[in-house]
């Protein structure tokens, strides 16, 4: 189902690591078609996700991680065992990503390079900064929401709420971020929401 939606979009398969796989997309328009795959892949396996719970078979979970940058592309390895692979910073923040969406509980995280370039296809919401390994300075991140011309006042508010509630834990104003997050918590049942109501829940016992 991935690949055959990521190659509909232009992208090519980089390589399988365990149940992982590694898409790279090329051209001016890379990050747009990075990102319809990914909305595209999200779609399908939810849809797998619901025919799977109804026949009472396993279900899979997936997370998508998108970076933009430059890298290292070319044969990569020994004389006798090469992969034709991309390599770099630009691919390492991507598997974080990926990896961070277990932590937030999100569907699919973009960089803010990915971001500055969709911002005007799809609505996303900010979802922290991260601090990832080999860095100094943390990486603004981003979900995905939704298409705007498909985007509903229910996504709308997640976002606007949520970015309010953001702002305020920010600025350590840990009872009005809570108002916010308890909203989107008991409204929408939004686990990220959930993540900082914990954190707001150990900084008031112990102020960072």
């Given at each position: 189902i991935q690949v055959d939606i990521i190659r509909a979009n232009g992208g090519d398969i980089d390589k399988f690591v365990g149940d992982e796989i590694m898409a790279m997309f090329d051209g001016s328009k890379k990050e747009l078609?990075?990102?319809?795959?990914?909305v595209q892949i999200s779609e399908a396996m939810s849809?797998?996700?619901?025919?799977a719970e109804l026949a009472?078979?396993?279900?899979?979970s997936i997370g998508i991680g998108i970076n933009a940058g430059p890298a290292v592309f070319g044969s990569v390895g020994a004389g006798d065992r090469m992969d034709f692979?991309?390599?770099g910073e630009t691919?390492?923040?991507a598997a974080r990503l990926e990896n961070a969406t277990k932590t937030y509980?999100?569907?699919?995280?973009?960089?803010e390079a990915v971001h500055d370039k969709v911002g005007?296809?799809?609505l996303s919401r900010e979802i922290d900064l991260l601090?990832?390994?080999g860095k100094r300075q943390p990486v603004r991140v981003f979900e995905l929401l939704q298409e705007r011309g498909r985007a509903s006042d229910r996504t709308s508010e997640i976002k606007r709420v949520f970015e309010q509630g953001l702002s305020l834990y920010r600025q350590k104003k840990w009872s009005q971020a809570e108002q916010a997050f308890g909203f989107l918590k008991e409204k929408f049942n939004d686990e990220t929401s959930e993540i900082f109501l914990r954190r707001i829940a150990l900084f008031k016992l112990e102020p960072p």
């Open positions: 078609h990075a990102c319809r795959a990914g849809a797998q996700r619901e025919l009472s078979r396993h279900v899979v692979t991309s390599i691919v390492n923040l509980r999100t569907r699919m995280l973009v960089s005007g296809e799809y601090v990832v390994k």
